[in-house]
């Protein structure tokens, strides 16, 4: 019973494709998060959405573009990839969005390799 | 500066040692802290929260001092399976986001 799950685990691509990114969550969470965790580990929020609405857009280029079909799904679609790129995309889910009771469940991860 | 900095590590240390990671966070909007504990090639796993009075978790111990804007993550006795990265995150309300360390990593040698 996978809590979070996304597809693919593995992604390797060319400069310039455009990829997608999916993932689901079947915990009931109201709220979903894309992470990208680069090469040297550091995990940095993209986006977070609240009940299919946009809470956090970070400073991410908008070749990234996140969609919630519903509250159980947050797909991440990347147009004209680029080198830097390269890097684990983490998706997580939440009940809450603050306090101590923000429990983020995440995803297994998808390696992107943009080559 | 980032906002929230850990010790870089690795620390190596042998079963049964106690050790002590430290992290400042420089956001004072920062309300929530916690720590997370991510394996090799695996997603971060809420390890605990951390309250303002401190708190345990069996050989876990948490500690927040907000006037020195502080956190520390003590582990005693430890065993081989606590060899991770533990990340230090702080919840920024009024964001909504949370700001994850760049992690310590440990490793408990036999």
């Known amino acids: 019973d996978t809590a979070v799950s996304q597809t693919p685990k593995y992604l390797v691509t060319q400069m310039g494709n455009d990829k997608s990114i999916k993932c689901e969550q079947n915990l009931g969470h109201d709220t979903m998060y894309w992470y990208k965790q680069d090469s040297k580990k550091f995990l940095k929020i993209m986006f977070s959405y609240n009940n299919k609405e946009l809470i956090i857009n970070e400073t991410v280029p908008n070749r990234f573009s996140p969609k919630s079909p519903d509250k159980a799904h947050l797909n991440l679609h990347i147009n004209s990839l680029e080198l830097g790129d390269s890097a684990v995309y983490f998706c997580?889910?939440?009940?809450?969005?603050?306090?101590?009771?923000?429990?983020?469940?995440f995803g297994p991860g998808t390696r992107l390799t943009v080559l | 500066r980032k906002e929230v900095e850990q010790d870089p590590g690795p620390f190596n240390v042998p079963e049964g040692a106690t050790v002590a990671f430290n992290c400042t966070y420089s956001?004072?909007?920062?309300?929530?802290f916690f720590w997370y504990r991510q394996d090799c090639r695996k997603e971060p796993k809420l390890l605990m929260s951390?309250?303002?009075s401190g708190n345990e978790d069996g050989r876990f111990t948490a500690q927040l001092n907000r006037a020195s804007q502080y956190i520390s993550l003590l582990i005693r006795d430890s065993k081989l399976s606590d060899s991770a990265t533990y990340l230090c995150v702080g919840l920024d309300t009024g964001r909504r986001a949370l700001t994850f360390g760049s992690g310590t990593r440990l490793q408990v040698q036999p």
């Open positions: 956001n004072s909007a920062s309300q929530s």
């Open positions: 997580a889910s939440s009940q809450v969005l603050t306090g101590l009771e923000n429990e983020q469940f």
């Open positions: 951390v309250y303002s």
